[in-house]
């Protein structure tokens, strides 16, 4: 019969081994999962570090436009506020319908060739769908951003549909001589176009009727008040980008 003895060379393990063996572990584990946490936290400082730089780059591209397209304005406020006092003054008597359409033909270079402006969102829409604008540390940086990008890229959608509807309706319906610039015969650069082309025009009784009519001055008037109401959002959009750009390159300085 046999008879089994305890091992004589193995003791229970005591509670301070056990403690121990815990606190070892525990470390471990906290050790690990801070630098899986430090590591998380340098790659989204790293995407959010070059999202920013390529919302600067966008930034200036925009600015870029906008002093383009807000020259444009200008322009063409100028060339309106022409065409409007030659209808009066055709209106009034103080010039023949002769003497008025060589003055509107003698300006048809200068004639207001429009362009709406589109921002340019790509790095914005990016970051915002990572989330990475909220680990932005920076709130005056957030703020300028979210009322350049959000706030006024509304405003702009939005008058960007009106600024296209009216000035297609007034050169549809009121000043159809913007039609005999089209197809290549009108060079933006060089103000150019072709005087056969528009004598042709001239020469419609519904082309002259148009340009003869009264209706030409109110028109007109609706015209310049919608470009200048365009223009002075794109100038405080000009502001606003300026702002946005500068916190960027302070915030790239400092880090």
């Known amino acids: 019969m046999e008879v ?17 063996e815990f606190l070892m572990i525990s470390i471990a584990v906290f050790v690990g999962s801070l630098g899986e946490y430090y590591l998380d936290h340098r790659i989204i400082e790293e995407r959010l570090h070059n999202g920013l730089v390529s919302m600067r780059d966008d930034l200036d591209t925009d600015l870029r ?5 807000i020259a444009q304005c200008d322009n063409g406020i100028a060339f309106l506020a022409r065409t409007r006092q030659s209808a009066v003054d055709y209106q009034i008597g103080k010039l023949s ?18 362009h709406t402006f589109f921002m340019d969102r790509t790095s914005f829409t990016n970051l915002s769908s990572a989330g990475l604008m909220n680990v932005e540390d920076s709130a005056e940086l957030r703020a300028a951003i979210s009322e350049y990008y959000e706030v006024y890229g509304k405003r702009l959608n939005d008058n960007n549909a009106l600024l296209d509807r009216e000035a297609i309706v007034y050169y549809e319906t009121t000043f159809p001589l913007q039609s005999a610039l089209e197809g290549g015969r009108f060079n933006i650069a060089g103000r150019q176009t072709t005087a056969q082309n528009v004598d042709i025009y001239l020469r419609l009784p519904s082309v002259r009727e148009k340009l003869l009519s009264g ?16 223009k002075d959002i794109l100038v405080e959009m000009r502001r ?14 400092a880090s």
Request: aromatic share 10%.
């Open 240 to 253: 606003l980008n300026r702002e946005a750009a500068r916190l960027l390159r302070e915030q790239a300085l």
């Open 65 to 69: 436009n906008l002093d383009r397209i």
């Open 4 to 20: 089994h003895h305890a091992g004589h060379g193995e003791r229970p393990r005591s509670f301070k081994s056990f403690a121990f």
């Open 215 to 230: 209706d030409l001055i109110p028109a007109t008037d609706r015209l310049i008040l919608r470009v200048a109401d365009y």
């Open 97 to 114: 319908g002769t003497e008025y359409l060589r003055r509107i033909i003698d300006d048809l270079p200068n004639v207001y060739v429009y």
